[in-house]
C-alpha cells in the first residue's frame, strides 16, 4: 500500500513536500515514482528512484526545481518541489514497480504496478 501526502495550494514561486509512505513491502525492492496529473490530462512521469542505491530519474520540465529522495528507515519516499509554477498544478500519485532499474522508461505510468492515492497541488499565479 502506498499512501501519498502533502500537496496545498502555494502562490508561484513557492515550494511544498510531497510524501510517499509505504506498507506492507520493502522499497529498497523496488523503483518508486511520483506522476502529476494536470486537470483534463493524462498523468505524466515526474521523478523516479531506486531507495536501494539512490539513482534517480527526472524528466526535463522540473530538472533543477524537484528533488526526489528517500528514507528507507522509515519507507518513504519524498519529492521536493520548489519554484513552483501554475502549470504544476493537479494531482501527483506516488507509484512502485518491481524494476528497481531506474531509466526514462520509469517515467511511463504502464512501468508501474502499485499506486497510492493523489494528492493535490495547487499553484496559484
Known amino acids: 500500500q502506498l499512501q501519498a501526502s502533502g500537496g496545498g495550494l502555494v502562490q508561484t514561486g513557492g515550494s511544498l513536500r510531497l510524501s510517499c509512505v509505504g506498507s506492507?513491502?520493502?522499497?529498497?525492492?523496488?523503483?518508486i515514482g511520483w506522476f502529476h496529473q494536470a486537470p483534463g490530462k493524462e498523468r505524466e512521469g515526474v521523478a523516479s528512484?531506486?531507495?536501494?542505491?539512490?539513482?534517480?530519474y527526472y524528466v526535463d520540465s522540473v530538472k533543477g526545481r524537484f528533488t526526489i529522495s528517500s528514507d528507507n528507515a522509515k519507507n518513504t519516499v519524498y519529492l521536493q518541489m520548489n519554484n513552483l509554477k501554475p502549470e504544476d498544478t493537479g494531482l501527483y500519485y506516488c507509484?512502485?514497480?518491481?524494476?528497481?532499474?531506474?531509466?526514462?522508461?520509469?517515467?511511463?505510468?504502464?512501468?508501474?504496478?502499485?499506486w497510492g492515492q493523489g494528492t493535490l497541488v495547487t499553484v496559484s499565479s
Open positions: 507509484a512502485a514497480t518491481g524494476s528497481t532499474l531506474i531509466t526514462a522508461r520509469t517515467s511511463l505510468p504502464d512501468e508501474y504496478d502499485y
Open positions: 506492507g513491502f520493502t522499497f529498497d525492492d523496488y523503483g
Open positions: 528512484i531506486s531507495p536501494g542505491d539512490g539513482i534517480t
